[in-house]
Nanobody, 122 residues
């Protein structure tokens, strides 16, 4: 069973950048569609980006489009989320998740990481 581990979170000032990584163990990530979700305190979980198995197709939430870039390196069994021009409202716990379908619906993602905290100070 594939397990996912996120890393790269931390604290940054508004306008700064962070790169999150989602590393897989126990199996190959290349057959899964991967999405990044986030959840801020008191808010619903939202998908911010997703990427197809080959990396050829990506989609973004309108709130992050133009600032975040999702990519993957299947040889390294890792997916990345480059976050630029960070805003205070990007503060949340970020999760990566794997699915057999390419979807914005979180319940279709079967495998989840434990999450990594991103805090953006204004």
């Amino acid at each position: 069973q594939v397990q996912l581990v996120e890393s790269g979170g931390g604290s940054v000032q508004a306008g700064g950048s962070l790169r999150l990584s989602c590393a897989a163990s126990g199996g190959t990530l290349s057959t899964y569609f991967i999405a990044w979700f986030r959840q801020a305190p008191g808010k619903e979980r939202e998908q911010v980006a997703r990427i197809s198995t080959t990396g050829g197709t990506t989609d973004y939430a309108s709130s992050v489009k133009g600032r975040f870039i999702v990519s993957r390196d299947n040889a390294k069994n890792t997916v990345y989320l480059q976050m630029n021009s960070l805003k205070h409202e990007d503060t949340a716990v970020y999760y990566c998740a794997a699915s057999n379908v390419y979807s914005y619906r979180d319940y279709l993602y079967q495998i989840w990481g434990q999450g990594t905290q991103v805090t953006v100070s204004s």
